[in-house]
C-alpha cells in the first residue's frame, strides 16, 4: 500500500500539470465552435467539410488528453513509489540504530555490575585479610611451641569468633566420632565433634600429611584407620588419637555358592563394580576397595599376573605404580567384562602448591590448581548451577581464585594422555552422572574421577571457563556436558553460552588458580 506520503504526492503532480489541461479544454471548445458555424452556414460539400474537422478536432484533443492523462498517472506513480521506497529505507535505518544503541546499553550495563561486584569480592578479601593478620599477631610463643609439638601446623584463623583471654581459658579442647570404629556393613558416616572451639586435624593412617576438617560429614567405605588430633586458638592441643573401621560392602558376597539362593528369572540387573579410590595420579601410598551395584563375587590381579584373585573385602595396598585389573559374576551369571584402572603413585610433597580443597594439574610448563570438585567445592554438597558467568568470576574471586580457561579444564579432565573422558578413551553410561534425570551431589560417582584428581568433570553439570566461544566472542565456553548428555560429555566437548548475563539450569563451574609460591 502507498503512505499518505505518496497520495499527497500525486495530487501535487496533478496540480502542477494544471495549465495542459486548460489547453486541452480551450482547444475542444474551438474545434465545437468551427463546428457549429460550418453548420450554421449551411449543407453539401461545406459542410460536410465542418463534420470533418469537427470528428478530426474531437480525436486529436482526445488523443492528447489520453497520452497527457497516461503521462501524469506514470509520473505520479514513480515518484509514489520513490517516495515510498526512500522512507522505508530511512525506517529501517533509524530501527537498525536503535536496536544496536540498545545492545551497546545492555552489555554496558552487564560490564558495570560485573566490575562493581569484582571490586566489593576484592574489598571483602581485604578486609578478612586485615582480621586474619590482626588475630595471628595475637597469638604468643606459647601458642608457637604447643603447634610445633602438634605436629608443626598452625590452626587456620577463625574468623567467627571474638579475640579471647588464653589466661582465663583454661579447657583442653577434645574430639568425639559420632560414629565410633569396628565392624560396619556399607559405608560410614562420621561426623566429628569438639568440645570448643578448635580446629581439627585427620588423615588415614595409609597418609603422612593432615587434612583440616571443614565440618563436613567423612564418608568412610573401604575398611581403614581413621587418625585425628585436635588444637585451639590458645594453642592447645590434642594427642593423635586412631579409630579403625571395618567395612563390608553391601553388595559384596564372598563365593558362588551364597549367590545360588537369588531368583535368576526376576534378577536381570547386570554387575558393575568399581575401584574406590579410582586411578590416576596419587600422593603416597593408596589403599584401594571394591563398590558393587549388587551382590556379586569380584576377582582382581595386579599388573602382568595371570592368576585372579577373590576379593575378600580388605583393602588393596597400592604404593608403585601399576594397573589393576578386574572382573565381576553374580549368582545368576551375569558377568561384568574385564576392566582396568592405572595408578602412579607419587612421594607426598614436602610443600603442597594448592590450597586445601585443590588438586595441582601439572603438564610440561602447565602448572596450575583445580577445584577437586563443582563448585561449593565440598564432596556430598549439592553443586551451585543456574549461576551466569559473572557470577561464577564473583564467586571464585572472594575465594583467591579465577576461573579456569577452556584449556586448563581439558588438560584437568583429560590427563596427560588425552582421555576422551576423565575415566579413559571409551563412555561408560556407569561411571559419571550422564545418564541420568538431574544432577547428584557432588562425588557421589567415585569413579568419576581424573587423572589429578578432579571429580564430576564428565556429566553433572556443565562449567563455565572464561575462555571466549570461538564463533562469537561475546559468548564463552561451557564444557563437560550434564546430566544427560551421554557419549557427548567427554573433556573436549565445547558448547557455547547464549550471553554471558544469562543464567542455565544445568550449567555451574569450579574455580583455579595459579601455583602458590613456597613461603607465600
Not at 539362593?261 to 568399581?274: A, F, G, I, K, R
Request: charged share 20%.
Amino acid at each position: 500500500m502507498l503512505s499518505l506520503a505518496a497520495i499527497i504526492a500525486a495530487v501535487a503532480i496533478f496540480f502542477s500539470h494544471k495549465e495542459e489541461w486548460e489547453k486541452i479544454a480551450e482547444l475542444i471548445e474551438k474545434t465545437m465552435g468551427v463546428a457549429q458555424k460550418g453548420t450554421q452556414a449551411g449543407g453539401g460539400k461545406e459542410g460536410n467539410t465542418s463534420q470533418e474537422a469537427y470528428t478530426d478536432s474531437m480525436k486529436r484533443a482526445l488523443k492528447i488528453a489520453q497520452e497527457a492523462y497516461a503521462d501524469s498517472l506514470k509520473r505520479v506513480l514513480k515518484f509514489a513509489q520513490e517516495v515510498h521506497a526512500d522512507s522505508m529505507k530511512r525506517a529501517l535505518k533509524v530501527a537498525q540504530e536503535a536496536h544496536a544503541d540498545s545492545l551497546k546499553t545492555a552489555l554496558k550495563v552487564a560490564h558495570e555490575a560485573h566490575a562493581d561486584s569484582v571490586k566489593r569480592a576484592a574489598l571483602t578479601a581485604a578486609d578478612s585479610l586485615k582480621r586474619e593478620n590482626a588475630l595471628k599477631s595475637m597469638k604468643n610463643s606459647k601458642s608457637a611451641k604447643t603447634a610445633e609439638s602438634a605436629g608443626g601446623e598452625t590452626a587456620p584463623a577463625m574468623l567467627e569468633q571474638p579475640p579471647i583471654d588464653c589466661s582465663k581459658d583454661t579447657l583442653t579442647p577434645m574430639v568425639y566420632l559420632d560414629s565410633i570404629g569396628g565392624l560396619h556393613i556399607g559405608p560410614v558416616h562420621v561426623f566429628l565433634k569438639t568440645n570448643k572451639p578448635c580446629t581439627v586435624y585427620w588423615r588415614f593412617d595409609s597418609s603422612t600429611s593432615w587434612n583440616v576438617w571443614n565440618s563436613d560429614t567423612m564418608v568412610i567405605d573401604c575398611t581403614v584407620t581413621l587418625v585425628y588430633k585436635a588444637m585451639d586458638r590458645c594453642g592447645r592441643a590434642t594427642e593423635p588419637r586412631q579409630e579403625h573401621y571395618e567395612i563390608r560392602p553391601l553388595g559384596f558376597v564372598e563365593g558362588a555358592q551364597q549367590l545360588q539362593s537369588v531368583n535368576c528369572t526376576t534378577d536381570t540387573l547386570m554387575p558393575w563394580v568399581y575401584p574406590d579410590p579410582a586411578g590416576g595420579l596419587h600422593y603416597g601410598p593408596t589403599r584401594v576397595c571394591f563398590q558393587a551395584n549388587k551382590p556379586c563375587t569380584v576377582y582382581w590381579r595386579f599388573g602382568r599376573d595371570t592368576s585372579w584373585q577373590v576379593w575378600r573385602s580388605d583393602t588393596l595396598l597400592i604404593d608403585s605404580a601399576t594397573t589393576l585389573t578386574y572382573k565381576a559374576i553374580d549368582g545368576c551369571g551375569h558377568a561384568m567384562g574385564q576392566m582396568e584402572a592405572y595408578y602412579v603413585i607419587r612421594p607426598v610433597r614436602k610443600t603442597f602448591p594448592c590450597p586445601v580443597g585443590m588438586e595441582p594439574v601439572e603438564d610440561g610448563s602447565k602448572q596450575f590448581c583445580i577445584d577437586r570438585y563443582e563448585w561449593p567445592d565440598r564432596k556430598g554438597a549439592i553443586p551451585q548451577s543456574y549461576v551466569s558467568i559473572f557470577q561464577a568470576m564473583d564467586s571464585c574471586a572472594v575465594v583467591g581464585k579465577r576461573l579456569c580457561t577452556s584449556d586448563e579444564w581439558s588438560l584437568a579432565c583429560a590427563g596427560p594422555d588425552s582421555f576422551t573422558y576423565p575415566y579413559g578413551r571409551r563412555y561408560s553410561p556407569h561411571a559419571c552422572v550422564t545418564h541420568d534425570t538431574t544432577m547428584r551431589r557432588s562425588g557421589s560417582k567415585p569413579e568419576c574421577r581424573a587423572f589429578f584428581g578432579a571429580y564430576d568433570m564428565s556429566g553433572n553439570l556443565a562449567e563455565w571457563t572464561s575462555t571466549p566461544a570461538k564463533r562469537n566472542a561475546h559468548f564463552y565456553n561451557v564444557m563437560g556436558g550434564f546430566w544427560e548428555s551421554g557419549p557427548a560429555s567427554g573433556c573436549f566437548n565445547t558448547q557455547y553460552s547464549y550471553y554471558p548475563q544469562n543464567r542455565h539450569n544445568p550449567v555451574g563451574f569450579r574455580c583455579c588458580k595459579d601455583f602458590v609460591s613456597p613461603g607465600k
